[in-house]
Antibody, heavy 116, light 111 residues
């Protein structure tokens, strides 16, 4: 079945780095754009980044621009989010989502906690 | 990239109808027919309920409907059921530099 599975979350100190992964299955990964969306504890959804199906263009929210990098490996059906210079306000559940007429498929999320 | 404006909470009794508004600007909701709505139960991932303003994905109940007027989109749920109790988020494509923006979310309580 169509599925997205995130991994790579954890606890990191302020200023540190973390790389999230999102493994896709059940659909032709290389045909779709992909997003990262995050949700701070008890808060709403925040769009983070988008990458086109072939990786040719990438877009970021102002809050993460210059610190986060979205990428993909279509040969491995995997989406990535490299997060550098992490701040306390980056603490959130991070979801990957497939882009087709909205965010039609979501992963279960992976928790990132930035704390000393 | 300012968030879209939604009411913090709405409520209704089983069988009733409710409407959740989502107000943006002429740069997002008003410019594109690309508003989507998501349902999120506690501890779960969001689920797409409406896309392109008024279209339902396969498997979503026809009790859910969407519309737009100017800079405001709306989600209407008719025949409220207990399982509809959840948080609801709107989202719009916002054009410039290709970005997306979510609303702050609305908590629906079924009385």
């Amino acid at each position: 079945q169509v599925q997205l599975v995130e991994s790579g979350g954890g606890v990191v100190q302020p200023g540190g780095s973390l790389r999230l992964s999102c493994a896709a299955s059940g659909f032709t990964f290389s045909s779709y754009g992909m997003h990262w969306v995050r949700q701070a504890p008890g808060k709403g959804l925040e769009w983070v980044a988008f990458i086109r199906y072939d990786g040719s263009n990438k877009y970021y929210a102002d809050s993460v621009k210059g610190r986060f990098t979205i990428s993909r490996d279509n040969s491995k059906n995997t989406l990535y989010l490299q997060m550098n210079s992490l701040r306390a306000e980056d603490t959130a559940v991070y979801y990957c989502a497939k882009d087709q007429r909205g965010f039609d498929i979501w992963g279960q999320g992976t928790m990132v906690t930035v704390s000393s | 990239q300012s968030a879209l404006t939604q009411p913090a909470s709405v409520s209704g009794s089983p069988g009733q109808s409710i409407t959740i508004s989502c107000t943006g600007t002429s740069s997002d909701v008003g410019s594109y027919n690309l508003v989507s709505w998501y349902q999120q139960h506690p501890g779960k991932a969001p689920k797409l309920m409406i896309y392109e303003g008024s279209k339902r994905p396969s498997g979503v109940s026809n009790r859910f409907s969407g519309s737009k007027s100017g800079n405001t989109a709306s989600l209407t749920i008719s025949g409220l059921q207990a399982e509809d109790e959840a948080d609801y988020y709107c989202c719009s494509y916002a054009g410039s530099s290709t970005t997306w923006v979510f609303g702050g979310g609305t908590k629906l309580t079924v009385l």
